[in-house]
C-alpha cells in the first residue's frame, strides 16, 4: 500500500515551519484502547531535532522529507521514553518501516498538515496502526486500485468521502499487520466493513507472508473527522 490518494502538494517553503503558531491538534486518544499513547502536532509546531544516527541513516532528501521524518522521529522518541525511560533513536527497515524498541509496537504518519505517532507496549496491544489523510473525495481512479467489489457495493449510497476513508483505514491497517507478515498487502487482500453510527470498522486481511505462508488477520479500529482531516487507527488485540 502506498500513498496513491490525490493530496495538496506545498511547496517546500510553504511546508516547513516559519514560527510559532500554537495551532491545536485533533485529540485522536479516544480512537484507541486504553494503555495507547498518542501525539497529534501541527507543522507550524513540528519539532526539527533528530538523533545523530537518524540523520545519518536519512541521508540526502529534500527540506520536505526532511521536516516530516525529524517531526514523526521526535515524537516517537517522546512517546517511547514514557514507556521505557530511554529516548533512544528510532531507525528505518529496509522498506522504510521504523524498527520500534524490543516489547514496543507504534505508527507514525503525516499530511501536509499533520505529523501523528501512536506507541504502546505489545503487552497492550499487538500492534498498531495510525493514518491521516485530508478530508477529500478519493480520485475514481484510485478507487479502481483500492476498493474490493464488497466495498465499492456498500459504499454505493454512502458520501463520496467515504472511499477516502477506506483508504485511509487500508494505510493504517499495513502499518497495522507488517511486523506480523513481513511482506506487501494489496489494498484489495483487506476487506473493511465501515459501522458509520459508531465510526468504528472491522477489516479481514488475507495475505501470504515473508515464507509463502497465508495468514488471515483480524483489525479494529476508529475513525474521526477534524481540522480537514480523517484520522484512523488499527489496533490488533
Same mark, same amino acid.
Given at each position: 500500500?502506498?500513498?496513491?490518494?490525490?493530496?495538496?502538494?506545498?511547496?517546500?517553503?510553504?511546508?516547513?515551519?516559519?514560527?510559532?503558531?500554537?495551532? &491545536?491538534?485533533?485529540?485522536?486518544?479516544?480512537?484507541?484502547?486504553?494503555?495507547?499513547?498518542?501525539?497529534?502536532?501541527?507543522?507550524?509546531?513540528?519539532?526539527?531535532?533528530?538523533?545523530?544516527?537518524?540523520?545519518?541513516?536519512?541521508?540526502?532528501?529534500?527540506?520536505?522529507?526532511? +521536516?516530516? =521524518?525529524?517531526?514523526?522521529?521526535?515524537? +516517537?522518541?517522546?512517546?517511547?521514553?514514557?514507556?521505557?525511560?530511554?529516548?533512544?533513536?528510532?531507525? &528505518?527497515?529496509? =522498506?522504510?518501516?521504523?524498527?520500534?524498541?524490543?516489547?514496543?509496537?507504534?505508527?507514525?504518519?503525516?499530511?501536509?498538515?499533520?505529523?501523528?505517532?501512536?506507541? &504502546?507496549?505489545?503487552?497492550?496491544?499487538?500492534?498498531?496502526?495510525?493514518?491521516?489523510?485530508?478530508?477529500?473525495?478519493?480520485?475514481?481512479?484510485?478507487?479502481?486500485?483500492?476498493?474490493?467489489? &464488497?466495498?465499492?457495493?456498500?459504499?454505493?449510497?454512502?458520501?463520496?468521502?467515504?472511499?477516502?476513508?477506506?483508504?485511509?483505514?487500508?494505510?493504517?491497517? =499495513?502499518?497495522?499487520?507488517?511486523?506480523?507478515?513481513?511482506?506487501?498487502?494489496?489494498?484489495?487482500?483487506?476487506?473493511?466493513?465501515?459501522?458509520?453510527?459508531?465510526?468504528? =470498522?472491522?477489516?479481514?486481511?488475507?495475505?501470504?507472508?515473508?515464507?509463502?505462508?497465508?495468514?488471515?488477520?483480524?483489525?479494529?479500529?476508529?475513525?474521526?473527522?477534524?481540522?480537514?482531516?480523517?484520522?484512523?487507527?488499527?489496533?490488533?488485540?
Amino acid at each position: 500500500m502506498t500513498d496513491a490518494a490525490n493530496s495538496i502538494h506545498w511547496s517546500e517553503m510553504e511546508f516547513l515551519p516559519t514560527c510559532p503558531a500554537n495551532q &491545536a491538534s485533533p485529540d485522536i486518544s479516544l480512537l484507541f484502547p486504553d494503555g495507547v499513547l498518542t501525539l497529534v502536532e501541527h507543522r507550524h509546531n513540528w519539532p526539527t531535532e533528530l538523533t545523530p544516527t537518524e540523520r545519518a541513516q536519512l541521508g540526502d532528501v529534500c527540506e520536505k522529507r526532511l +521536516a516530516e =521524518y525529524s517531526a514523526g522521529r521526535h515524537l +516517537a522518541r517522546r512517546l517511547i521514553a514514557v514507556i521505557t525511560g530511554t529516548a533512544e533513536p528510532l531507525l &528505518a527497515g529496509s =522498506y522504510r518501516q521504523p524498527l520500534w524498541p524490543e516489547k514496543i509496537t507504534g505508527s507514525i504518519s503525516h499530511s501536509d498538515d499533520f505529523c501523528t505517532v501512536v506507541v &504502546a507496549p505489545v503487552s497492550t496491544v499487538a500492534g498498531l496502526g495510525v493514518d491521516v489523510e485530508m478530508f477529500e473525495d478519493l480520485n475514481p481512479e484510485v478507487e479502481e486500485i483500492v476498493l474490493t467489489s &464488497a466495498e465499492f457495493t456498500a459504499t454505493q449510497h454512502l458520501p463520496r468521502w467515504t472511499r477516502k476513508l477506506i483508504f485511509s483505514i487500508k494505510e493504517s491497517n =499495513y502499518k497495522c499487520c507488517y511486523h506480523k507478515v513481513q511482506a506487501f498487502i494489496d489494498f484489495k487482500q483487506c476487506e473493511v466493513v465501515l459501522d458509520i453510527d459508531s465510526q468504528t =470498522y472491522t477489516s479481514t486481511i488475507i495475505c501470504n507472508n515473508a515464507t509463502g505462508k497465508q495468514v488471515c488477520l483480524q483489525v479494529k479500529g476508529a475513525w474521526m473527522v477534524e481540522s480537514n482531516h480523517i484520522f484512523t487507527s488499527a489496533v490488533m488485540a
